[in-house]
């Protein structure tokens, strides 16, 4: 199984991307983490953050392998522990097709990206910056795959 990071961003930090970078690698053959960033919206001094968030929707959407479950990070969405993030993967991974994590840029998801989500999930209440969340995302599922298959990197 493929789960498919796709979010808005180009060129992070290089802590951004070592971070994500390490928990990926440590990610199993049979359940690997794919990066796929979307160009973000170019902002200046006119338009609307409604006209952004669409344009880079339209580009996530577009990012989706086809067959795959939809979960897009939103701050409404279920907030999940580690062990239901554990249950999670192993129902993805037992379901036969990819999972595409949507994370939006600096004014969140276009609707039609939370519309098209089979699911929604919530890391925290708190806001983080979202090239923070590649880097926590990619933790929070080694971590759940480590629980899923008792490897000792998770201590409850």
């Known amino acids: 199984m493929v789960i498919s990071l796709i979010a808005v961003g180009r060129k992070m930090p290089e802590w951004v991307n070592q971070g ?3 928990y990926a690698r440590r990610m199993p053959r049979e ?3 794919a990066l ?3 160009e973000a919206a170019k902002r200046g001094k006119s338009g609307s953050s409604q006209r952004w968030v ?3 929707g339209k580009r996530m959407l577009a990012a989706i392998p086809r067959g795959d479950r939809v979960i897009a990070l939103d701050l ?9 993030l554990s249950n999670q993967l192993e129902g ?3 379901s036969g097709s990819g999972v595409s994590l949507l994370v939006g840029g600096p004014d969140g998801l276009a609707t039609e990206c939370l519309s098209r989500a089979d699911q929604r999930w919530s890391l925290s209440a708190l806001t983080f910056p979202h090239p923070l969340v ?4 990619a933790e929070q599922l ?3 795959w480590s629980v899923m298959t008792h490897h000792p990197y998770h201590r409850a």
């Open 92 to 94: 993805w991974m037992h």
């Open 36 to 38: 796929v960033e979307i």
């Open 142 to 144: 080694y971590r759940s």
């Open 20 to 22: 994500y970078r390490e």
């Open 134 to 137: 590649r880097v926590i995302l």
């Open 76 to 84: 409404s969405g279920a907030s999940w522990t580690t062990e239901k």
């Open 54 to 56: 669409a344009q880079e």
């Open 31 to 33: 359940c690997t983490l």
